[in-house]
Nanobody, 122 residues
């Protein structure tokens, strides 16, 4: 059973930065690790994903140039460096593991973390 545990959320002012991390435990054969987010009253949306094998990355248009997804050397911890944060980035952020894909669809990920809150104030 794969478990994903997120860390690093919190509150920050607009223009600031936060770094989220997610560590996978258990048998992890998933090809990709990704990040999704869900703001109140909105559907969950894909933010970024990275392939554990080749390191390819994909981003939602709304975060390109501001967010960076990366892996540690063990490829079991995924990071999301978030810079130039905006109030509209406020959401619950979820880590996910699965086959991944450039479209960042929920259906491409089978394991999910509990989520961590990010709040950006103006």
């Amino acid at each position: 059973q794969v478990q994903l545990v997120e860390a690093g959320g919190g509150s920050v002012q607009a223009g600031g930065s936060l770094r989220l991390s997610c560590t996978a435990s258990g048998y992890t054969s998933s090809k990709a690790l990704g990040w999704f987010r869900q703001a109140p009253g909105k559907e969950r949306e894909g933010v970024a994903c990275i392939y554990r094998g080749g390191g390819s990355t994909y981003y939602a248009d709304s975060v390109k140039g501001r967010f960076t997804v990366s892996l540690d050397n063990t490829k079991t911890t995924v990071f999301l460096q978030m810079n130039s944060l905006k109030p509209e980035d406020s959401a619950m952020y979820y880590c996910a593991a699965g086959i991944g894909g450039s479209w960042l669809l929920e259906s491409q990920f089978e394991y999910w973390g509990q989520g961590i809150l990010v709040t950006v104030s103006s």
